[in-house]
């Protein structure tokens, strides 16, 4: 799994805290570098070369961060920001420390000021250091069946709960547009509005969860005739934006050791439907596409009532 | 109803179970009112396939009466009075291995296809009564047994022949047939079988039937080489006969043109240094099947010849002489049985008198009796080579 920046940094782009604190940067960098002496001066530090060239260092160091902020941003701009504040809070104590008492009230205030500024930084940071991880799935197979049936079996979106085993309900909301609900953890449910974002009939069919879903995901699915007349190679890729933090570990769990061999297992199913109509259950196995949670399994031999009511729910 | 049922290592009881119910639109039920002990059966029960369950029922060979099919059953393909064989390999017909005849590979019918894949890098069939690895389902030595795909996995007897005649087209008819078949008979061939079981008593009958000249019956039980010298065999004792040579002096120095190997993975040596090896390789399971038939036959093949293995392995081999193999041009075929590819031919030839499959049986038990049955094959007590079990 890897951070995705790019979703990152379109989101930060039109975050109003990020653009301030850019401006900020560029503000305070802007005399900083055209005039460290007068600076130095306006904070009662005194104009001595080393506090001239600390000052233009700064201003250096801020002009970056405005360049990032501003242009690429990144939580990790943010957090050059509080590293910044931190340094210049040591030598704001220092100044204070050794402070010969002119302009130790204009000195004392840049310091509460830049105070004030690093917890609007880290506050920033923090908040805008959400690391959501894309997990990738992708598995393929082959049935028995023309890209038309197939793909028709697929874009019945209702039927995908028949054989994806996360999925507890689908239904149609609209021509494009579906409601998708999952058992979660501990009983609850998660739940979304997907769209068909692309459908080209017996080729291709994507989707993806509307704005302001939990769990952001989307998928694809491509039929492709396979070779020598054998029925059709169906290849799906499934991608699901992981928030960070708790919720993202616990949707990781939910998602198993083996992702990977959850979908082989959907696709599996999905075969079994296309080629044969419905999911095969045996005594060890009887809950069809909730086979792989059932281990150990119901030993191989008939089920009780009260077990058959259960595997067939 | 009373079924037998595993319940730890070298362990078999017939307990009380809930009759079966249809769980799939294709299932039948069947009134069993024959079935039979497998050889590998016996490897479940030591343990030496994974993925057992306690209170798994055993039994892949079985036939009997429908009493209920499915809603999904084809319009008069199958229907309740009807009496059955059923394949042991659960297979579907719609895809690619079926379309193939690759029964025994089919795609959709293992429900734990997943395990199967990730120690056979793909998946293989659903098996009755055959670990949860060939899926759990529920085995056949019991009063009553689901038939899964009912209308693809029946095989409906119409004519008066009896049980016995027929309940071997179930497996190890076919198997032993199969082991021939992959060896290409030719006019002419010396076919050597390792093992005298019963799939290798149906091998040797099988290779005469396609056209072998001499077949040789290689095993250390005296009586089970009885069978086969009754039978017109060659016989050869491993136990007082290094077999390499004696094959080389029954074939003028060439080696049998076909070998097959109907022993697999729980092979017996004459030599104890290598089974000693095997077996320690084994307990510290860093090789899970004893291959020593499958090197002998490689080893002892004609050059250019086939060896052709129906004894199952499970697992991962060592010491495989894969430069023999190779450079004496061998070809090398197995496979699970594709039962329902052979039934139909086979059920002819037991018409025709061409094949007597009784000619194995030895045990004729009530089902109440399995664990009695087990101990006499395991332990080829009393002569036992085939036992037949009757609910």
Known sequence: MTTDTRSTSSRLRHDPLVRGLGWASALLGVPQVAAPAGFARALGVGDAPRHRSATTAVGVRELAAATGLLGRPHPAWLWGRVGGDLMDLTMLARALKNHDGRGLGRTVAAAAAVTALTATDVYAAVTRTRRSTPMELTAATTVTRSPDEAYTLWRDVERLPEFMVHLDEVHVTGPRTSHWRVGAPFGKTVEWDAEITQEVPGQLVAWRSVEGADIANSGEARFVPAPGGQGTEIRVSLRYELPGGAAGKAAARWFGEEPHQQLDDDLRRFKQIAEIGEVVRSEGAPGGKRARGEFPQHPARPLTEDELKEALS | ?391
């Open chain 2, 1 to 391: 109803m009373k079924a037998t049922c595993w319940t730890g290592r070298n362990s078999v009881e017939v307990q009380d179970v809930p009759d079966p119910s249809i769980l799939n639109s294709r299932d039948a039920i069947v009134k069993i009112t024959s079935t039979a002990i497998c050889g590998s059966d016996l490897h479940l029960v030591d343990g030496y396939v994974p993925t057992m369950e306690k209170g798994d029922i055993l039994g892949h060979e079985f036939m009997g009466e429908v009493v209920e099919v499915g809603p999904g059953i084809r319009d008069g393909s199958l229907r309740v009075g009807d009496r059955v064989v059923v394949p042991f390999p659960i297979a579907c017909g719609a895809c690619a291995s079926c379309r193939a005849e690759l029964y025994s590979c089919c795609e959709n019918s293992n429900p734990n296809a997943g395990i199967s894949e990730k120690m056979f890098g793909h998946p293989t069939c659903g098996i009755y009564g055959y670990s949860h690895l060939t899926g759990g389902f529920a085995g056949g030595q019991a009063e009553y047994a689901r038939v899964v795909l009912a209308d693809t996995n029946a095989l409906k007897i119409e004519s008066d022949l009896t049980d016995e005649q027929v309940l071997f087209l179930s497996d190890i008819l076919p198997t032993g047939y199969m082991g021939a078949d992959m060896c290409d008979i030719q006019q002419g061939d010396v076919v050597a079988v390792w093992g005298a079981g019963p799939v290798g008593q149906f091998a040797m009958d099988s290779a005469r039937v396609l056209g072998a000249e001499k077949v040789i019956a290689i095993d250390k039980e005296t009586y089970r080489l009885d069978m086969a010298a009754a039978q017109g065999c060659t016989t050869i004792n491993f136990e007082d006969t290094d077999v390499r040579s004696a094959l080389l002096e029954l074939t003028g120095g060439r080696g049998p043109d076909k070998c097959i190997d109907a022993v697999g993975l729980e092979a017996t040596h004459g030599a104890s240094h290598v089974h000693l090896y095997d077996r320690a390789k084994q307990a510290v399971r860093s090789e899970t099947d004893r291959p020593h038939v499958l090197r002998q036959a490689i080893m002892s093949c004609r050059s250019g010849g086939v060896v052709s293995v129906i004894g199952v392995y499970g697992g991962m081999i060592d010491k495989f002489p894969a430069g023999a193999w190779m450079n004496r041009s061998l070809t090398l075929r197995t496979g699970q049985c594709h039962v329902q590819r052979y039934m139909q031919p086979l059920l002819a030839m037991i018409e025709q008198g061409r094949i007597d499959p009784t000619r194995i049986i030895t045990h004729r038990l009530p089902l109440t009796e399995a664990p009695t049955g087990y101990d006499l094959f395991k332990n080829k007590e009393d002569h036992c080579e085939k036992v037949v079990l009757t609910p």
